[in-house]
């Protein structure tokens, strides 16, 4: 009897030894991996910051481009150009013609 005692003695010292290194293996890998998250959590955060900043920078330099198209885009402006730089002109009433086109949207074009 004995003998038995010593002998389950290391299998179960190692079986306790195992299940230690590997419970201490688990903690280590919970704790990486929760290094890990919060380093990608504050470069998310400094990306957001970066980004938004960003988009601030964009909207003020969108802002006047904006306002310059409505500027040019006037139909006033427009119609002042086409007379004094292209020399265009209204058209005479009997130079306007009228196209009635209807295209069915099953038809297809052949070439």
């Known amino acids: 009897m004995n003998n038995e005692r010593v002998v389950r003695k290391p299998r179960h010292a190692l079986a306790w030894f195992l299940s230690v290194l590997a419970g201490g293996a688990l903690m280590t890998a ?3 991996f ?3 998250q919060r380093y ?3 470069q998310l955060g400094r990306q957001v910051a970066r980004l938004q900043a960003q988009e601030t920078l964009l909207r003020q330099v969108i802002e006047p481009l904006e306002v310059e198209v409505d500027y040019l885009s006037r139909p006033e402006r427009v119609e002042d150009i086409a007379r004094s730089r292209l020399g265009m002109r209204q058209p005479e009433p009997d130079h306007v013609y009228r196209l009635d086109i209807h295209v069915s949207r ?3 074009v052949s070439p």
């Open 106 to 108: 099953n038809a297809s």
């Open 30 to 32: 919970l704790a990486v």
């Open 40 to 42: 990608q959590y504050v």
């Open 34 to 36: 929760f290094v890990w």
